[in-house]
C-alpha cells in the first residue's frame, strides 16, 4: 500500500515537473506604446519566437507620459517586468531604486561587443552614479532643424551652416501677411533642453560642468539666447511663446512655418505630412568657434529588472533586439539612428538623409558631445518647473538673457555638488 | 393610513397660457434669453466637432470640414490600437462597479437615512474624508494588496478598486435621497402588514428611481473615465481599459491627433448616451438630492 502511494506520488510530482518544462514566459514592457510602436514590437517578437521556441514575449505598452510611475508602482509592489524600455532621461531613477541588472558584463562577454555606438555607451553609463551599463542602447537621437527645403529653393536660399545664416534665412522666409514664418520657437513645456543643445552648438563650449560648476552661463551661451530671443515675433507666431512639442509640430507639418527646431522622433510625421521632396533636416548650426558640440538626446535602450526570474531568456531578447537585424528593422521604422554599429551600411540608412546626416555627426571624430546632467534628480524641476517660466520672460523681453542662465547655471550647479556629495 | 399612501389626485389645473402673442413680439426676450443660450452652446459644442473634423478628416488635412470624410483613424484605433478589447473592458468595468456602487449604496445609505447608530456622525465625516485623497497617493499600497490578493490584472480587480473611490460620495448622495422620502410611507405600509424589507422595495425603492439613475451613472462614468488604476493595476496589454488606449495616441515624440480624436469619439459615445437615455431622472435625481427639504 505504501508503495503504490509512493509511485502516486513520484508520477504526480513528475507530471508537475513535466507542466514546467513549456516555454518560458518573460514580460517586455514598450516604454513609448502607441500605434507607431507596437506593430514593429510584434513583428519583432514574432521573429524572437520563431528563433527560440522555447521563450515567449509577453508584449505589454505603456503609454510614454505615464512608465515612469508605472514603473515607479511595479518597482514599490514589486511585480516588475522581466525586459523593459528606458531612456536615459529616467534611467538614473529606477537604477537609484536598485531596480535594473548592469549590463557590462553581457556585453562585454556577448554577441554586442563592439557593436555598440561608443557615444551612446557613454551616454548610458554617465547616466548612473556608479557609472555601469544599467542599459543596452538601442536606438539614438538627436536634435535637428527641420527645413522646408522647397521654400528655401524658392527663395533662392542655401541650407545655413551658422546661427546667423539661420536668422537671416528665417527673416527672409517670413511673410506674416500670409500666414508664414520663417521659424518656430519652442517657448512653452520642454523648451530648456532645446534651448540648452542650441545654446551649446553654437558656443562649442565643450563640458557642462567645469571645475564642478555649470557652463550654462557662458557669455556665448547668453549670446545664442539673445539671437534666439531676438527671432520672436520677428520670424516667428507670437503664439510660439507657449509652444510645446506638439504645437511645434503642427506649426510645421501645417505649412505656417518654414524651420522647426526639434529631433528625428518627428520623422513620421514630418514625412508623413510633407514628404521627402519638401522637407529636410540639417545639424543644428555651428557658432563662430566652427566646433561640433553637441547635447545628446535622451537614448533609448532595453533594461532587464532585478526582479526577473528568468534573466538568462530575457538577456536573450535584449540581445536580439539590439542585434543587427531587428536593431536595423526597428530604427529604420522609427527613423531613428540604430545604435549596433554593423546596421550602419544598411540601404535604408543611405536613402534617409535625416538619420544618414545624424549618424555622420555622431561617428564624426570631430564631435564632441555634452550631455546634459539628466541623472541629477532635480534635473527635471530646474529646468521645466523653474526655468520654463524664465525664458518665456527672456522671450517677452522682461529679463536679461544672461541673468536667466546665471540663475539656472546657479541652481544645476548646486544639483550637481548635492549629487556628489551623496554618491 | 392608506390615505396617506394614496393621496387623491390632486386636479391638474393648466396654468394659463402666457400671453404668446406679446412674448413672440418681445425681440429683447431673444437677445437677452436665446441669444446667449445659443452661443453658449456653440461654445460648448466647438471642441467635439474639432473631435469629429479631426476623427474625420484624413492625417494631415487642414480644411475646416471633414471632407472628404475616411474613417482610416477609426481603423487605426479599432484595429490598430485594440480598441475593441479596450472598450469591452471599460463597459464590464463601468456596468461591473455601476451595479456594485448602487447596491451597496442603497443599502448603506439606507441605513445612513433611517437609523441612528453610535459614530454615525464620525462615519459620515470619515466618508466625506475619503474624497480629499487623490487616487496616486493610494496606488502603492492598493498595490501591494491587491497583489497579495491575486487581484492585479484582472477586472474584478478594477471593479473593486473602482468600487471603493466611488462608495463614499455615493452613499453620501443616496443616504440624501432616502432621507427625502418620507418614512411615514414605511411607516403606512408596515403598519398594513409588511416587513420593513417588503416595505422598502413596495415603497421606498420606487420613490428612488432617479436617484439610482445618478448615483448609477457616475458611478459608470467614473469608473468608464478612470486612467490611473487601469494602467497600474494591469500589466497585461488584454486588460487595458478604454482611457489607456486613448494615451497611446500621445507619443514620446509625436501626437497621433487623428487616433486621439476618433479614441475620444468612440469613448464619448457610450457616455453621451447614457446621459441622452438617463437626463430626465438625472436632474430629476439631482434636484431632489439636492434641493428639496
Not at chain 1, 504526480?12 to 514598450?30: K, L, Y
Not at chain 2, 425681440?27 to 452661443?39: A, D, I
Request: proline share 7%; net charge neutral.
Amino acid at each position: 500500500m505504501m508503495r503504490r502511494l509512493l509511485v502516486a506520488l513520484a508520477l504526480v510530482v513528475s507530471a508537475c515537473s513535466a507542466g514546467q518544462d513549456g516555454p518560458t514566459t518573460i514580460t517586455f514592457w514598450d516604454n513609448n506604446g502607441g500605434p507607431g510602436r507596437t506593430p514593429i514590437y510584434t513583428e519583432l517578437i514574432k521573429r524572437f519566437e520563431a528563433a527560440n521556441p522555447d521563450v515567449k514575449v509577453e508584449y505589454v505598452g505603456i503609454p510614454s507620459s505615464s512608465v515612469q510611475q508605472k514603473y515607479d508602482t511595479a518597482i514599490a509592489g514589486g511585480a516588475t517586468p522581466d525586459v523593459g524600455g528606458v531612456t536615459t532621461s529616467y534611467l538614473a531613477h529606477l537604477v537609484g531604486q536598485d531596480a535594473l541588472e548592469p549590463a557590462d558584463e553581457r556585453v562585454e562577454n556577448g554577441a554586442l561587443k563592439g557593436k555598440l555606438l561608443p557615444g551612446l555607451l557613454e551616454t548610458v553609463r554617465q547616466t548612473a552614479p556608479d557609472g555601469k551599463l544599467y542599459a543596452v542602447p538601442a536606438s539614438g537621437n538627436m536634435d535637428v532643424i527641420w527645413y522646408r527645403s522647397d521654400r528655401f529653393e524658392e527663395a533662392k536660399i542655401a541650407e545655413p551652416s551658422t546661427w546667423d545664416d539661420l536668422a537671416k534665412a528665417a527673416t527672409q522666409l517670413t511673410k506674416p501677411a500670409e500666414n508664414q514664418y520663417g521659424f518656430t520657437i519652442r517657448g512653452g513645456a520642454g523648451s530648456i533642453f532645446q534651448l540648452l543643445a542650441e545654446a551649446y552648438s553654437y558656443s562649442g563650449v565643450e563640458k557642462f560642468y567645469e571645475g564642478g560648476k555649470s557652463t550654462v552661463a557662458d557669455p556665448r551661451n547668453a549670446e545664442l539666447v539673445r539671437k534666439v530671443a531676438e527671432l520672436y515675433k520677428k520670424a516667428t507666431p507670437e503664439a510660439d511663446v507657449n509652444n510645446n512639442y506638439t504645437q511645434m509640430v503642427a506649426q510645421f507639418t501645417g505649412g505656417t512655418v518654414a524651420m522647426m527646431h526639434h529631433n528625428l522622433g518627428s520623422t513620421a510625421d514630418v514625412m508623413k505630412a510633407l514628404g521627402p521632396e519638401r522637407v529636410s533636416a540639417m545639424p543644428l548650426p555651428k557658432g563662430p568657434s566652427g566646433k561640433r558640440t553637441v547635447v545628446p538626446n535622451p537614448t533609448d535602450g532595453f533594461a532587464v529588472f532585478k526582479g526577473s526570474e528568468n534573466r538568462e531568456a530575457a538577456w536573450k531578447f535584449v540581445e536580439f533586439l539590439t542585434s543587427a537585424e531587428s536593431n536595423g528593422y526597428w530604427n529604420e521604422k522609427v527613423g531613428q539612428i540604430p545604435a549596433n554599429t554593423d546596421v550602419r551600411g544598411a540601404e535604408w540608412i543611405q536613402e534617409n538623409p535625416a538619420v544618414k546626416m545624424a549618424l555622420g555627426v555622431l561617428e564624426d571624430p570631430a564631435t564632441v558631445l555634452v550631455p546634459a546632467p539628466v541623472y541629477l534628480p532635480e534635473y527635471s524641476s530646474i529646468t521645466k518647473t523653474d526655468t520654463e517660466p524664465l525664458y518665456q520672460k527672456v522671450l517677452l523681453g522682461q529679463m536679461p538673457a544672461q541673468e536667466f542662465l546665471d540663475q539656472l547655471a546657479a541652481k544645476l550647479t548646486t544639483a550637481q555638488q548635492d549629487w556628489e556629495k551623496r554618491k | 393610513m392608506t390615505q396617506t399612501l394614496i393621496r387623491p389626485e390632486t386636479p391638474v389645473v393648466p396654468p394659463p397660457s402666457p400671453p404668446r402673442r406679446r412674448r413672440r413680439k418681445d425681440p429683447g426676450r431673444y437677445l437677452r434669453l436665446h441669444l446667449p443660450l445659443v452661443l453658449y452652446l456653440l461654445f460648448t459644442l466647438i471642441p467635439f466637432y474639432w473631435m469629429l473634423v479631426f476623427a474625420l478628416r484624413p492625417a494631415g488635412a487642414t480644411s475646416l470640414v471633414p471632407w472628404p470624410i475616411t474613417f482610416e483613424h477609426f481603423d487605426t484605433v479599432w484595429n490598430g490600437v485594440g480598441f475593441g478589447l479596450f472598450f469591452q473592458n471599460s463597459l464590464i468595468i463601468g456596468v461591473g462597479t455601476l451595479v456594485v456602487v448602487t447596491v451597496f449604496a442603497l443599502m448603506g445609505g439606507y441605513a445612513l437615512a433611517r437609523f441612528r447608530f453610535r459614530g454615525q456622525r464620525v462615519f459620515l465625516l470619515a466618508l466625506l474624508c475619503t474624497q480629499f485623497i487623490p487616487g496616486a497617493m493610494m496606488l502603492i499600497p492598493l498595490f501591494v494588496i491587491f497583489k497579495s490578493a491575486g487581484l492585479l490584472n484582472s477586472l474584478t480587480g478594477l471593479v473593486i478598486a473602482d468600487t471603493a473611490f466611488q462608495l463614499p460620495l455615493a452613499l453620501i448622495l443616496m443616504s440624501g435621497f432616502v432621507r427625502n422620502v418620507p418614512v411615514e410611507l414605511e411607516e403606512a405600509a408596515m403598519v398594513d402588514g409588511c416587513t420593513r424589507l417588503r416595505a422598502f422595495f413596495a415603497v421606498t425603492l420606487p420613490q428612488l428611481k432617479p436617484a439610482l439613475v445618478a448615483v448609477g451613472s457616475f458611478a459608470f462614468i467614473g469608473a468608464w473615465n478612470n486612467f490611473l488604476f487601469a494602467l497600474m493595476f494591469a500589466s497585461k496589454q488584454d486588460k487595458f481599459t478604454l482611457p489607456v488606449g486613448l494615451s497611446y495616441a500621445l507619443g514620446e515624440f509625436n501626437t497621433d491627433f487623428g487616433a486621439l480624436a476618433a479614441g475620444g469619439v468612440v469613448a464619448a459615445v457610450p457616455v453621451v448616451l447614457v446621459f441622452a437615455v438617463v437626463q430626465r431622472f438625472l436632474v430629476q435625481g439631482l434636484s431632489a438630492g439636492a434641493v428639496k427639504g
